[in-house]
């Protein structure tokens, strides 16, 4: 790996990928100032039980990151790098609160009105131009809206969190500065692309009034001919490689209510690369690496376990039954995969773990992530139970089969988890299994009720976990690479023996 001899190089090149950022940002923002305001919507108005909700949901997601996730990675590394994990969460969460801000929203979700919006969104809305206390967005309720800031505040909490998940496949080697520079790069090129092709979804309403001007046309063809079209340009349904105004995985028809793809199978493929890019830590597999702190461990479990009742439920972004739903299964899932992970290690290994217990904690909260607005809660406890010996499985066994350096296990649990409750989405949204069903806005006369056909549904899912490998596996490949060659990945053999909590901060986290 290249190395750089002086921080003060290091330190420069992230400053001015930050810079480089901000100031394409304002270029954009120079070339509209004089553009008028975005026309608040004038009707429906929100509830301010959904603005409640939804504001606090972002809370929750916030505490999953900090203090949550940073502690439960924290207390998994040795004592010597527990600052180095802490610093790095902070520090991501930090950084990309503000390229959300600045240019993330837009691209991500913000804007739907460019020639490429079936895979990227444009940069009207840039600097947050056009978003004000009076803008609204659509939810999945016709004529429902809520607060257009509280949408996105909620939604940068997931970008937030999703680079962060990554730090922990090459936790106690990889240089903070190129920490720094390779998540600017990630957040930038692989998850607001991703973001964007599963949520940026045509509004609820708009589907309906195409497919009642279809209604309307009657035998008038050229009347219907247009219609149709307009329909299909809303749903998607003109093909994943055209989608037209919506997302093309809308338009393939993939289910994803909370992020298994965009956020854990997205970092978790991206966490297994770096690991494989950056090689071993020094002493792996001859030395002891064992947690420096399961306490810490826990009450970050702990954190996040509750932190994610506002990333499941939140995901609904309303405060109604499939809010209750989400959350139900969120609870459930989790318990069982807890005691799943618990019971299994408990048969082969003769004795049950804290770390194991909380392993199989977040094992089910990135399994349920997919279904949990579209499962039932027994569907639920089955995924809960199913997917703790599945990761068990990989965090174990294949890790140690094929050798590969994945510190905190991030791609045995987060994308392993992830693909297993994409695939199993496309089975539990059954309602001869117990859950909600398909939702079609086209059907007009039928409550929004469509037909679920298993064949077809999990080719969705397949397509959806295949696009989100490949585009954030060969891409995170070429910016570690990138960053590789600007400012180096590795820290020098001797500062990683030291620990990174003295070679890269000059800190320590305990003081004895």
């Known amino acids: 790996m290249k190395t750089v001899p002086h921080l003060g190089t290091a330190a420069k090149a992230v400053g001015l990928g930050i810079l480089a950022a901000a100031l394409l940002a304002g270029v954009a923002y120079a070339q509209d100032a004089a553009a008028p305001a975005a026309a608040a919507a004038a009707a429906p108005t929100p509830n301010p039980g959904d603005t409640a909700w939804m504001l606090t949901s972002s809370a929750l997601v916030l505490?999953?990151?900090?203090?949550?996730?940073?502690?439960?990675?924290?207390?998994?590394?040795?004592?010597?790098?527990?600052?180095?994990?802490?610093?790095?969460?902070?520090?991501?969460?930090?950084?990309?609160?503000?390229?959300?801000?600045?240019?993330?929203?837009?691209?991500?979700?913000?804007?739907t009105s460019g020639s490429m919006v079936a895979y990227i969104g444009g940069f009207g809305k840039k600097f947050l131009m056009g978003v004000d206390a009076n803008s609204t967005v659509p939810t999945f309720t016709n004529g429902h809206v809520i607060p257009e800031y509280a949408y996105m505040v909620f939604q940068m909490t997931f970008a937030m969190i999703t680079p962060a998940l990554i730090v922990g496949a090459f936790a106690e080697r990889m240089k903070f500065s190129a920490v720094m520079l390779f998540m600017l790069i990630w957040v930038t090129f692989i998850y607001f692309p991703i973001a964007h092709w599963v949520w940026a979804t045509a509004a609820p309403d708009d589907i309906a009034n195409a497919a009642k001007a279809l209604a309307a046309a009657g035998t008038d063809e050229a009347a219907k001919t247009a219609a149709q079209a307009k329909l299909d340009d809303v749903t998607g349904a003109v093909g994943w490689l055209a989608a037209g105004s919506a997302s093309w995985m809308n338009g393939v028809g993939a289910l994803d209510f909370a992020g298994g793809t965009v956020v854990h199978i997205n970092a978790g493929i991206a966490g297994l690369v770096g690991a494989l890019m950056l090689g071993k830590r020094v002493g792996y597999g001859k030395e002891q690496m064992t947690p420096h702190s399961l306490t810490m461990t826990m009450i970050g479990a702990a954190l996040?376990?509750?932190?994610?009742?506002?990333?499941?439920?939140?995901?609904?972004?309303?405060?109604?039954?499939?809010?209750?739903?989400?959350?139900?299964?969120?609870?459930?899932?989790?318990?069982?995969?807890?005691?799943?992970?618990?019971?299994?290690?408990?048969?082969?290994?003769?004795?049950?773990?804290?770390?194991?217990?909380?392993?199989?904690?977040?094992?089910?909260?990135?399994?349920?992530?997919?279904?949990?607005?579209?499962?039932?809660?027994?569907?639920?406890?089955?995924?809960?139970?199913?997917?703790?010996?599945?990761?068990l499985f990989f965090v174990s066994t294949v890790k140690n089969k094929l050798g590969y350096d994945d510190a905190l296990d991030v791609f045995g649990v987060h994308c392993v988890g992830g693909i297993f409750g994409a695939l199993a989405t496309g089975i539990l949204v059954n309602p001869a299994l117990g859950?909600?069903?398909?939702?079609?806005?086209t059907n007009i006369a039928g409550n929004n009720a469509g037909v679920y056909a298993m064949g077809p549904q999990m080719i969705a899912q397949l397509t959806a976990v295949l696009a989100t490998l490949l585009w954030s596996g060969i891409g995170s490949a070429i910016i570690y690479k990138i960053v590789d060659l600007i400012v180096g990945l590795r820290v020098p053999v001797d500062a990683e023996r030291e620990g990174l909590d003295v070679s890269e901060h000059g800190e320590r986290a305990y003081n004895y």
């Not at 439960?72 to 994990?85: C, D, I, W």
């Not at 859950?435 to 806005?441: A, E, N």
């Open 435 to 441: 859950g909600v069903g398909i939702t079609d806005y």
């Open 304 to 391: 996040l376990w509750v932190g994610w009742f506002g990333f499941n439920a939140g995901s609904n972004l309303e405060a109604n039954g499939t809010t209750a739903l989400a959350f139900v299964n969120t609870m459930v899932a989790t318990a069982a995969a807890a005691i799943s992970w618990l019971m299994v290690e408990w048969m082969f290994k003769g004795k049950p773990s804290l770390l194991g217990m909380a392993s199989g904690a977040v094992a089910g909260l990135v399994a349920v992530t997919p279904a949990s607005g579209f499962a039932g809660p027994m569907g639920s406890v089955v995924l809960g139970l199913l997917v703790s010996p599945l990761c």
């Open 63 to 111: 505490m999953m990151s900090i203090p949550g996730l940073a502690l439960f990675y924290g207390g998994l590394v040795r004592t010597k790098n527990m600052l180095s994990v802490l610093t790095q969460v902070m520090a991501i969460v930090s950084m990309v609160g503000v390229l959300w801000v600045l240019y993330g929203y837009s691209i991500a979700l913000g804007d």
